[in-house]
């Protein structure tokens, strides 16, 4: 299994959020708060990708409410019909409750109820880089009582690549901070602390008390946003105690242009930053549906680890019953040695190699093969019938080594997998709402072994390396044959030898002129021959009979059927270690249950390729 990676953002990723908590969990709340977080995402990624058609640089000014965002947005402004508009404060009509556009481009799709366009020249805002166009958003405040409003700044922040997070100096400790913070991440963030007393600020260096404040909000907004790009802190003095407002301003403005003149804007128009803030959108949702079904990921997770440490260890469980019982093994591999005995004898030694062959075909059945011999018709029969029987084997054996492996691994998977599969499904059923459980969790799943042709080739080539290595020599074989040969015409030269002896003796008569006649001629009846067949025949069997019981002893069989299991498990041990057999089932749920798994920080799950 190979560790789950997410795509690049995208709507598609959130349905496959969705989609995966509906899966399991069924239409539950969990569900119904995951699919709202989805949304939430999906609209940050539309944003993030249109800009709302906006093409110019976007900053937005976000913070809490009563921070001094429009205060902070006023600042930019040249046009005093404009500033006038703007209006700012604590109280609930002074508040800023709409998000509020202003600069030379309208966005798209303009909700006159939520939202409002101050067209303003670029001549008429501050200029930055070189008179470069931008745009303004004044955003409502995250903490506002208004939900709307609230949920407007929310949204507002996965719209601009520059976010001006703007504090008091007292609300630096504020735990919305880091809420927001968490919402930016991706962005370049200039922090702006508002109100700040004279007198903690000394040469425009944060001191006392403030100076150990920015060090822990610096801190942890690197932690609630690690792929934001933070810029040195701007401390505003607090104007309603100097009373100088403009020279706030001025000092205000003056640190916002210093920072924005060491960001390359043009990069922060390209899709480079996009994707940096698509991915810190993603990581978001991530978060969040992580915390939604935080509640239920040990039970989830129980279950799919409980059939993931099954299916690792299946494959070893299936592949090792593969060879089939040792008493099996061992038959196959007596009859393919004999038959490599015989097989490597040489026709020239007739009778011995027709005999080895014939006790070859009838092992198991020698006492009726010798009782055949004497006449005994019922012995023949059972003979030809045990003759019958292992000429059956050993096909079926050799076909067992060309194919059975192949023809038993998907039967056996199949019926070791589906119960544990049918489990999981039991269990995660019991995730979702009680009229939900009820629902059949019997499912049919695809599921196989890969490599098995590899490990079939890898197994007929591993019998047959051991049948070589382990047959009888062939210098052996043919002594063997030399000696057995030797043995029937030895006792059956004698008649052959008197028979010739007569019949040569005769025919040199004929030729030399004697008196002969035909009746001087041998006649030997065919009971002699077949009687000195069966005299010659019965010790040479018994001489065969040695020979294979002998030469293919049970301890012999029994170390060469050792040698294949044990080249069989090497073998199935370095396939599953390269990868090449591995289980590989479609099981929809699980693909689901472990995607979500998935979602929870720094927890690896593994898939079945």
């Keep these: ?89 604590d109280l609930q009509h002074d508040a800023t409750t709409r998000l509020v556009w202003i600069g030379p481009v309208a966005p798209e799709n303009l909700n006159p109820e939520t ?168 990581e978001r949702l991530r978060r969040e549906v992580a915390r939604l079904i935080g509640d239920e990921l040990p039970q989830l997770a129980e279950a799919v680890d409980q059939l993931n440490r099954e299916t690792q260890q299946l494959p070893s469980r299936v592949l090792t019953s593969l060879l089939g019982s040792e008493v099996v093994l061992e038959t196959g591999v007596r009859m393919r040695l004999r038959a490599r005995l015989v097989a490597d004898t040489a026709l020239i030694w007739f009778p011995y190699r027709t005999v080895l062959g014939i006790l070859n075909l009838t092992q198991g059945a020698w006492d009726r093969v010798m009782l055949a011999l004497t006449g005994s018709v019922p012995s023949l029969f059972g003979a030809l019938t045990s003759w019958a029987r292992n000429i059956r084997q050993n096909r079926d054996f050799n076909n067992q080594v060309q194919d059975g492996i192949r023809q038993r691994t998907q039967q056996q998977v199949e019926e070791r997998l589906q119960p544990l599969c049918d489990q999981f499904h039991r269990t995660v059923m019991k995730l979702r709402p009680r009229e939900e459980r009820s629902r059949e969790t019997s499912v049919s799943t695809g599921m196989r072994l890969t490599g098995i042709d590899e490990l079939q080739t890898r197994s007929q080539q591993i019998f047959e390396a051991v049948m070589e290595r382990s047959a009888t020599s062939s210098w052996m074989t043919q002594v063997y044959a030399l000696v057995g040969m030797l043995i029937f015409w030895i006792l059956m030269a004698g008649p052959v030898f008197v028979i010739y002896r007569e019949y040569f003796e005769t025919t040199y008569h004929v030729f030399s002129g004697q008196e002969a006649h035909l009746d001087h001629f041998p006649h030997p009846t065919p009971g002699l021959f077949f009687t000195s067949l069966l005299l010659s025949i019965l010790p040479l069997a018994i001489y065969c009979m040695v020979i294979l019981t002998w030469t293919l002893g049970r301890r012999k069989i029994r170390a060469v059927a050792r040698q294949v299991v044990t080249q069989h498990e090497v073998a199935i041990e370095e396939l599953q270690s390269s990868r090449v057999i591995r289980l590989q089932f479609e099981d929809d749920l699980l693909q689901q249950a472990e995607f979500l798994l998935n979602l929870q920080e720094n927890r690896p799950v593994e898939h079945r390729v």
């Design 1 to 89: 299994m190979s560790e789950t990676t997410f795509p690049i953002p995208s709507i598609n990723f959130s349905r496959r959020v969705a989609d995966a908590t509906a899966s399991v969990f069924g239409d539950s709340t969990l569900t119904l708060a995951v699919r709202q977080a989805c949304e939430r995402f999906d609209r940050d990624v539309a944003n993030i990708h249109s800009g709302r058609g906006i093409n110019a640089l976007l900053i937005a000014i976000v913070g809490a409410k009563g921070q001094g965002k429009t205060w902070a947005a006023r600042q930019f402004i040249r046009d005093e019909a404009i500033k006038s508009r703007l209006l700012s404060g």
């Design 115 to 282: 939202e409002v366009y101050f067209p303003c020249q670029v001549t008429q805002l501050a200029q930055i880089d070189a008179g470069r166009a931008y745009v303004i958003l004044d955003t409502p405040g995250m903490t506002d009582a208004d939900a709307l409003a609230a949920s407007l700044a929310k949204e507002a922040l996965s719209l601009a690549p520059i976010k001006l997070l703007v504090i008091a100096r007292d609300q630096i400790r504020a735990a919305c901070n880091m809420t927001i913070a968490h919402q930016i991440d991706g962005a370049v963030c200039i922090p702006v602390i508002s109100s700040v007393e004279p007198e903690e600020i000394d040469a425009g260096e944060a001191v006392g008390s403030l100076a150990v404040d920015l060090r822990e909000l610096l801190d942890q907004l690197r932690v609630m946003a690690p792929r934001c790009e933070i810029t040195p802190v701007l401390l505003v003095p607090d104007f309603e105690v100097t009373g100088d407002e403009e020279a706030s301003g001025q000092l205000f403005m003056g640190g916002i242009l210093d920072r924005l003149s060491d960001l390359d804007l043009n990069e922060l128009s390209r899709g480079s930053a996009r994707e940096q803030r698509l991915q810190s959108a993603n």
